[in-house]
């Protein structure tokens, strides 16, 4: 094999290698997860658990109530939005392994809330 095609070679290997790294560490949060949302006013509820899916890195509702979307980056980072009929959060925060949290904010509540896959 000649020095051309050997460096060609050599250089698709390491361009592929953190693409494919990259892939991995995204699906790794890919599954089925129970999110408990808490209010930090009890004017506005004393929460809820809401199921989501991930799929490649990418949100979904699990359930009809509640529609849901979002990304989680490959670090574990996500940010997602909550819809109920006309009430909207957008939640921000961390997944590691098998659990997160984060910090919510609607229209006039926030809160946390903590994840759980199954």
Known sequence: MNYFRKGLLISLFVIAVPVVQARAA?????????????S???????GATVSIGISNGQVASNG???SASGRVADAGNINVTLSSGIKRAIGFGR?????GSGTWKGAMC???WTAEKL
Do not use: K, M
């Open 64 to 66: 009809a109530a509640v």
């Open 95 to 99: 997944l590691t392994g098998t659990s």
């Open 110 to 112: 926030s809160g946390t």
């Open 26 to 38: 995204t699906t790794s949060f890919d599954g089925a997860w129970n999110v408990r949302i808490a």
């Open 40 to 46: 930090s006013s009890e004017a506005c509820g004393n």
